[in-house]
T-cell receptor, first 110, second 114 residues
Framework: DGGITQSPKYLFRKEGQNVTLSCEQN?????MYWYRQDPGQGLRLIYY???????QKGDIAEGYSVSREKKESFPLTVTSAQKNPTAFYLC?????????FGPGTRLTVL | SQQGEEDPQALSIQEGENATMNCSYK?????LQWYRQNSGRGLVHLIL?????REKHSGRLRVTLDTSKKSSSLLITASRAADTASYFC??????????????FGQGTTLQVKP
């Protein structure tokens, strides 16, 4: 059963803590992406990776970090430097132009 | 910002009616894509139209692209209650570098009343 998974579905963080969001795909896609979605808004690109061991900043990378050690995995760390991290985070992957999305992680800062 | 703009922001129609939503963008594109998002879920790809295409169909969906006006429209015919969702256009401006990066619009929320 091919697809893209994200965990956890809900995540609560205290101010000053780093948290890591998981994204895994078994679609054999080279490219992976992280987006942030705020209520009533579109998606904004945080980071993307076109190949293992390489990644690029998107439009809103400040306060976030990523790694791409395996083709299947692209974890996102939300650091304490991110001033307003409460949002819905979406991971996607692609082989060509079409992107396939995971179900999302909703992060809330307490 | 290259972010696309969509209108209307919200649309409410009766089942069986057609729904049209529009997307505009600012700079040249490789392709334009439409995605659907049910509340609290991930996005699902609906249709892609390339910059050298003017119209595409997929089932009850019809997409048009006017590169001279930098705009696109998505038409959903004979709408159903299950079409209730948010619809986003996304544009690829990566040119020859083909990064696959997409710029998403803010979306149109469609409500189809049974």
């Amino acid at each position: 059963d091919g697809g893209i998974t994200q965990s956890p579905k809900y995540l609560f963080r205290k101010e000053g803590q780093n948290v890591t969001l998981s994204c895994e795909q078994n679609l054999n896609h080279d490219a992976m992406y992280w987006y942030r979605q705020d209520p009533g808004q579109g998606l904004r690109l945080i980071y993307y990776s076109q190949i293992v061991n390489d990644f690029q900043k998107g439009d809103i990378a400040e306060g976030y970090s990523v790694s791409r050690e395996k083709k299947e995995s692209f974890p996102l760390t939300v650091t304490s430097a991110q001033k307003n991290p409460t949002a819905f985070y979406l991971c996607a992957s692609s082989r060509w132009e079409e992107q396939f999305f995971g179900p999302g992680t909703r992060l809330t800062v307490l | 910002s290259q972010q696309g703009e969509e209108d209307p922001q919200a649309l409410s129609i009766q089942e069986g009616e057609n729904a049209t939503m529009n997307c505009s963008y600012k700079t040249s594109i490789n392709n334009l894509q439409w995605y659907r998002q049910n509340s609290g879920r991930g996005l699902v790809h609906l249709i892609l139209i390339r910059s050298n295409e003017r119209e595409k169909h997929s089932g009850r969906l019809r997409v048009t692209l006017d590169t001279s006006k930098k705009s696109s429209s998505l038409l959903i015919t004979a709408s159903r209650a299950a079409d209730t969702a948010s619809y986003f256009c996304a544009t690829d401006h990566s040119g020859s570098s083909n990064t696959g990066k997409l710029i998403f619009g803010q979306g149109t929320t469609l409500q189809v009343k049974p």
